[in-house]
């Protein structure tokens, strides 16, 4: 397999304009997720936020996988807001995707490769690997520049020290011209990676604290470095999938992420992708960044793309996919059924306990699943509240994962062509069993 590219991200600078929902930060709740009447950018919705905050405490925890929440409300209301604060709250690192529903008929590509590509966008890999650096305190940057234009390149000396040393570097025109492209100047704190030539400024050196320049609240203080100032140090690159899909199906590579013009991406190069993330991720290289994909219009889907919705939400590096909709009951594009876009069913408050309950010990799809199935029980004996009768009874017939594995290693013996000898548990083939 041809070895994935990564040089070519390592200088990609995303730029974010100011938007309409730029200014927020998280969900403005305190450390009990209770809503702040003023925090972090948002204003308002307090239940909404709230509730927002418990799905945001259940991904942390990694209690919630593979479902989908739904925002329902008015334009204007806050969705996109809220969406938006989730991701915020989850990480500075988290991928957020945004896309609304009538794009996916607009677009030069399927509606099916279309949400592919917003699920590797919104599905983050951080990437470690070791490298040598130069890391120390700017003591002084000299530049010679030619007496006259264009008759030589500029050439210069950049001292930089460490608690322990001091050393003076030649410097070319592209090392010149990074320096200027950051703003470094004496007393700053920087590393310079050896192999790609690229500069980071770490901060400026606490021994210029007091110096009378123009700072900004923004400056960041640092130590001056101790020990050698040539050293190998761990570096992260965060990108998304998508990023690491496009730079290895064209041959512009990561030029074809600011033109726009990616095209549809071959299974053949997705699955190359995956296993050798899956590689790092085993080798302990790279982990992986679940992010949030939010679909807004999401009445504008058809029924193949709530079919290819659920399939996707199976794999294990599902984002967290959060739709909206200013809808209620409407008809589902590419079928005749008319549908809400959310569960309306009424239930006590002692069914909600227990489904709390079921959520908190076995699984919440299992808890999700229940009712549905309860709101049918209730149906049958002509019931208008689910109660906890209702779901008591769905509970007993249908099986989680652990009771029906428990069923089958007790009646093990009752069937035909059985495998597992008596006194034998098999407690690997229990945790992937899926019934």
């Known amino acids: 397999m041809a070895e994935i590219k990564l040089s070519e991200m390592r200088d990609l600078t995303r730029i974010e304009r100011i938007g309409a929902h730029s200014h927020i930060r998280g969900l403005g709740l305190d450390s009990a997720l209770e809503a702040r009447s003023s925090s972090e950018g ?6 909404a936020r709230k509730a927002a905050g ?20 008015q334009p204007g209301t806050g969705k996109t807001a809220i969406a938006m604060g989730m991701a915020k709250s989850l990480g500075q690192e988290t991928p957020f995707a945004m896309l609304a529903g009538s794009e996916l008929f607009s677009l030069e590509m399927s509606k099916t490769e279309a949400l592919m590509q ?33 008759a030589a390149s500029k050439t210069g000396k950049l001292t930089l020290k460490t608690t322990e040393m001091e050393t003076v570097y030649d410097l070319g025109a592209k090392m010149i011209e990074a320096l200027g492209k950051e703003k470094v100047q004496s007393g700053d704190v920087i590393a310079i990676d050896k192999a790609s030539g690229k500069i980071t400024k770490l901060g400026r050196s606490f021994s210029r604290s007091r110096d009378y320049d123009a700072m900004g609240p923004q400056t960041k203080f640092v130590q001056c470095p101790d020990g050698e100032l040539q050293k190998r140090k761990e570096v992260v690159h965060c990108v998304t999938l998508h990023e690491i899909d496009v730079i290895n199906s064209r041959t512009q590579g990561f ?45 504008m889907l058809d029924i193949e793309c709530f079919s290819f919705l659920n399939r996707a939400l199976e794999n294990d590096m599902a984002p967290i996919l959060v739709v909206a909709t200013n809808r209620g009951i409407t008809s589902i594009r590419g079928t005749n059924y008319r549908s809400p876009h959310e569960e309306d069913v009424e239930m006590s408050e002692e069914a909600k306990v227990f489904l709390t309950k079921v959520g908190e010990d076995i699984s919440l799809r299992y808890a999700i699943n229940l009712i549905t199935s309860s709101a049918l029980a209730c149906l049958k004996r002509k019931g208008t509240i689910v109660e906890l009768e209702d779901v008591k009874r769905v509970y007993e017939l249908f099986y989680d994962v652990k009771r029906s594995t428990q069923y089958l290693m007790e009646y093990q013996n009752q069937y035909m062509f059985s495998e597992v000898p008596a006194g034998e548990g098999y407690e690997d083939d229990a945790n992937a069993m899926v019934l």
Do not use: N
């Not at 418990?54 to 479902?67: C, Y």
């Open 118 to 150: 917003a699920f590797r966008k919104s599905i983050g890999v951080r990437i470690k690997e070791e490298t040598e650096v130069l890391e120390g305190e700017v003591v002084e940057i000299q530049i010679d520049r030619p007496a006259v234009a264009g």
């Open 255 to 299: 030029l074809a992420l600011f033109t726009g013009d990616t095209g549809e991406i071959r299974a053949e190069v997705r699955d190359q992708i995956d296993t050798k993330v899956a590689e790092w991720r085993e080798e302990g290289k790279a982990e992986i960044i679940p992010g949030v994909l939010f679909i807004d219009e999401v009445h």
């Open 42 to 47: 948002m204003v308002g919705q307090t239940s």
């Open 54 to 73: 418990v799905i945001v405490k259940m991904v942390q925890e990694g209690k919630i996988a593979g479902r989908a929440v739904l925002l329902a409300g």
